[in-house]
């Protein structure tokens, strides 16, 4: 039995909030890396939208060969969902996008964390 059928697809759905995040992370590295670069416009991923796309399935193909390669909902999400604003990166607000940033990634990785936690307690028979 797959874990993603144990949990309810919540284990899937935490993986994807995992992966969106280290997406950004990197973008808004990428900023505040681009700070005094003459020119250069923020780039920033809205998670909620992204996460909202992956939920619904949006961006997966009808499968008509078993040949066929299934494209990842997250990387489709990703293109429909990056945005460049035309304004220069405000170093201030990149650092706190970047905490907040992080501190979701380890929410999200403690949640995972709890979630085996519970099966590796059953598996034991409650401790005993």
């Known amino acids: 039995m797959p874990v993603n059928k144990l949990f309810g697809g919540s284990v899937d759905l935490m993986r994807q909030a995992l992966n969106v995040r280290m997406e950004r992370q990197g973008l808004i590295q ?8 003459p020119g250069y416009k923020v780039q920033d991923l809205n998670f909620e939208r992204v996460m909202q796309s992956v939920m619904q399935g949006q961006g ?4 008509t060969n078993k040949n066929h390669v299934q494209l ?4 489709v999400s990703k293109t429909r969902e990056f945005s460049e604003e035309s304004r220069p990166v405000d170093l201030d607000e990149e650092m706190v996008k970047l905490s907040e940033n ?7 990785t403690r949640l995972v964390g709890k979630k085996l936690e519970g099966m590796r307690y059953a598996i034991d028979e409650g401790g005993k």
């Open 72 to 75: 990842d909902a997250l990387e």
């Open 60 to 63: 997966q193909l009808a499968l």
């Open 102 to 108: 992080q501190l979701m990634y380890q929410i999200t």
């Open 30 to 37: 990428s900023n505040v890396a681009n700070y005094e670069t």
